[in-house]
């Protein structure tokens, strides 16, 4: 009888992984636009970063004001100059600064919240590092 509870365990956690995967968006479900092909670029850390930001927020409908500012971003990133993509970086620090329930303890923040803060701590981290010219695009 054991058995059958680990087992059942087992298979419940893999089919949640699995529906986990299954449902976390790439860019070309949220922003179209970024079907045509891009390198490995500032632009497309940027990018990547805002998917990962934009994965982490709850599905609920009280959190759409959220996701429609990062697929607002994401559309707007594709055209902007690369003399100006450190400004797409500033606007995402300062909409997480202004929109998202940040705690001084951290350990009260929901999950949700403490995953975008690792997203954007390892990110910024990737950012100060910097990018030389030939990757500005």
Same mark, same amino acid.
């Given at each position: 009888m054991r058995i059958f509870g680990i087992i059942y365990k087992l298979i419940y956690k893999l089919c949640h992984y699995i529906y986990y995967k299954m449902t976390l968006l790439n860019v070309e479900d949220i922003a179209p636009i970024w079907k045509y092909p891009h390198n490995g670029s500032k632009r497309c850390f940027i990018k990547e970063t805002i998917v990962s930001i934009y994965n982490q927020i709850p599905t609920e409908e009280k959190y759409n004001k959220h996701r429609n500012y990062l697929e607002k971003s994401l559309n707007t990133l594709w055209y902007m100059a690369p003399e100006i993509l450190n400004n797409a970086w500033i606007d995402i620090f300062n909409w997480l600064e202004k929109s998202i329930p940040f705690y001084n303890d951290q350990t009260r923040d929901p999950k949700w919240v403490q995953n975008?803060?690792?997203?954007?701590?390892?990110?910024?981290?990737?950012?100060?590092?910097?990018?030389? !010219? !030939? !990757?500005e695009n």
């Open positions: 975008i803060n690792t997203v954007w701590e390892n990110g910024n981290k990737i950012m100060v590092a910097g990018f030389s !010219d !030939d !990757d």
